[in-house]
Every structure is written in C-alpha cells, then in structure tokens.
C-alpha cells in the first residue's frame, strides 16, 4: 500500500523560504519517480517540480529558479526547497509518484499548507 505523508508547510513572509518533505512508504521507493504539484481553490492542481526516470528534473515556469527537489540517498525522501516566495505560492503542496515507465503521477500524499504574507 503506498502511502506519502508531507510535512513542513507553515506561514512564511514573502521572500522567505521553507522546506517540505514527503516520507514515501509501502513500495521499493527507488523504483519509482516522484514529484510535487500545487492546487489552491477554483484552479487545477499544477505540477511544480518532477524527477523522471533519468533523474532529470524539470520545473514549472513559476517556479524556476527558486524552488530546487531533491531526494535522500535511499530515496524515501523527496524534498522540495523553496526560496523567494511570492504570495501567488500559497498553496496546498502534494507529494506524488509513480512508477517507472509511466507519465502519470497517480499516488498522493494527504497535502500540506503553504501561506504567503
């Protein structure tokens, strides 16, 4: 059973920054990619910062160049550091993942806050 659980969100000043995590259990996590997206109300959820099966990453526009994901040596850890925050990065932050191979992210962690003053 794959569960995700992420951490870390709070209150945070415009330009701040803060770090989520996302503990993966339930599955050989090195077999399988992750990523983080982003959903405030009235919009779809946005893919902000993916890991492909190369270990490539690749980044949303709005975020580029501030945010960086990251992973643990074991790869039960995905990280997502976030500098230079604007207030249009509220949100609710997901983990996700998937197996290789594949393009959709179908696993989802339970989502942490993030607010922006």
């Known amino acids: 059973h794959v569960q995700l659980v992420e951490s870390g969100g709070g209150s945070v000043q415009a330009g701040g920054s803060l770090r989520l995590s996302c503990a993966a259990s339930?599955?050989?996590?090195?077999?399988?990619?992750m990523g983080w997206y982003r959903q405030v109300p009235g919009k779809a959820r946005e893919a902000i910062a993916l890991?492909?099966?190369?270990?490539?990453?690749k980044y949303a526009d709005s975020v580029n160049g501030r945010f960086i994901v990251s992973q643990d040596n074991a790869k039960n850890t995905v990280f997502l550091q976030m500098n230079s925050l604007k207030s249009e990065d509220a949100a609710l932050y997901y983990c996700?993942?998937?197996?290789?191979?594949?393009?959709?992210?179908?696993?989802w962690g339970q989502g942490t806050q993030v607010t922006v003053s």
């Open positions: 996700a993942t998937r197996p290789p191979n594949t393009t959709s992210y179908d696993y």
């Open positions: 339930g599955y050989r996590g090195s077999d399988y990619c």
């Open positions: 890991i492909g099966d190369d270990g490539a990453t």
